[in-house]
């Protein structure tokens, strides 16, 4: 059984640097074909996708926010940390990480974790 | 980088009747990693097709998908109370989602 769950702060100041930790269980981040994604929902609005990282250490940015974003894994502990520098306002959002699973034949997200709620506010 | 337009933004239909949804895409893409998701209020997203026309797990047979290049198309044959919700597309896990779909009852 997949599971993901996000934690981190649910208040950060603007400016501030805001780090999330995916932790997740049921799987292992060495196995070949595997990733972990973030994606994240600004209140009543669309999806959208931010970073994947991969069983290989392969990482993947959006391309708009690429300069502010870093992710991290350690696989001993079954967790996938993302930093996003310099928060703003428009950053308030629900943050998702998601098991990503990956061959030749497909490429999707099949486990969400429950999301959590960033607020950037002074 | 691709660039995915859903339509219609809003779909307004009753129960039983079928829905379908556009995902067309700024160039080709590789029709085995085209993804729709569902999302319910207040809900994390779910897997829906995956590879363009592939039920995941515990998808009931009334959703499917088809298309190929740049148009892409989620049909719902029958809508159930349950299938109101928001459906995205993505043409791989590491890219942007359409904008999304909404359905809602008329």
């Known amino acids: 059984q997949i599971t993901l769950k996000e934690s981190g702060p649910t208040l950060v100041k603007p400016t501030q640097t805001l780090t999330l930790t995916c932790t997740f269980s049921?799987?292992?981040?060495?196995?070949?074909?595997?990733?972990v994604g973030w994606i994240r929902q600004p209140p009543g609005k669309a999806l959208e996708w931010l970073a994947l990282?991969?069983?290989?250490?392969?990482?993947r940015y959006s391309p708009s926010l690429k300069s502010r974003l870093t992710l991290t894994k350690d696989t001993s502990k079954n967790q996938v940390v993302l930093t996003m520098t310099n928060m703003d306002p428009v950053d308030t959002a629900t943050y998702y990480c998601?098991?990503?699973?990956?061959?030749?034949?497909?490429?999707?997200?099949?486990?969400w974790g429950q999301g959590t709620l960033v607020t950037v506010s002074s | 980088e691709i660039v995915l337009t859903q339509s219609p933004g809003t779909l307004s239909l009753s129960p039983g009747e079928r829905a379908t949804l556009s995902c067309r895409a700024s160039?080709?893409?590789?029709?085995?990693?085209l993804a729709w998701y569902q999302q319910t209020p207040g809900q994390a997203p779910r897997l829906l097709i995956y590879g363009a026309s592939s039920r995941a797990t515990g998808i009931p047979d009334r959703f499917s998908g088809s298309g190929s290049g740049t148009d892409f198309t989620l049909t719902i044959s029958r809508l159930e109370p349950e299938d109101f919700a928001v459906y995205y597309c993505?043409?791989?896990?590491?890219?942007?989602f359409g904008g999304g779909t909404k359905v809602e009852i008329k």
């Open positions: 160039q080709s893409i590789n029709s085995n990693y």
């Open positions: 993505q043409p791989y896990a590491a890219s942007p």
């Open positions: 998601a098991h990503n699973s990956y061959s030749t034949t497909w490429d999707r997200f099949d486990y």
């Open positions: 990282i991969y069983w290989d250490d392969d990482k």
């Open positions: 049921g799987f292992s981040l060495t196995t070949s074909g595997v990733g």
